[in-house]
Nanobody
Framework: QAQLVESGGGLVQAGGSLRLSCAAS????????IGWFRQAPGKEREFVAA????????YYADSVKGRFIISRENAKNTVDLQMNSLKPEDTAIYYC??????????????WGQGTQVTVSS
């Protein structure tokens, strides 16, 4: 059984918004930090945002700060990524990941399968 499942990707015009969700198992959601990462074609996977298991600590990449918001939705066992003012350079496969330590590195223990986000100009 998958520990993490992403949803919410799609095609949107530049300037638009999308909301991604990362559904986590109860064990993962209640004790692990969750991070969002992305990988564009021909590029390395990069950090986007992360939240501690309590939600009290959040980190953002400079490229998304002020546009993206990461939040824990306790009633749904999801960690959502609200993406506003989207740009073509945000186009990538977006992954969520879980680890006991909240960090901006890619050294997370569990990974989802990814969801495609495409921003047209």
């Amino acid at each position: 059984q998958a520990q993490l499942v992403e949803s919410g990707g799609g095609l949107v015009q530049a300037g638009g918004s999308l909301r991604l969700s990362c559904a986590a198992s109860t064990r993962i959601f209640s004790t692990y930090a969750i991070g969002w990462f992305r990988q564009a074609p021909g590029k390395e996977r990069e950090f986007v945002a992360a939240t501690s298991w309590t939600g009290g600590i959040t980190y953002y990449a400079d490229s998304v700060k002020g546009r993206f918001i990461i939040s824990r939705e306790n009633a749904k066992n999801t960690v959502d990524l609200q993406m506003n003012s989207l740009k073509p350079e945000d186009t990538a496969i977006y992954y969520c990941a879980a680890d006991l330590v909240v960090t901006a590195s890619t050294a997370y223990e569990y990974w989802g399968q990814g969801t495609q986000v495409t921003v047209s100009s």
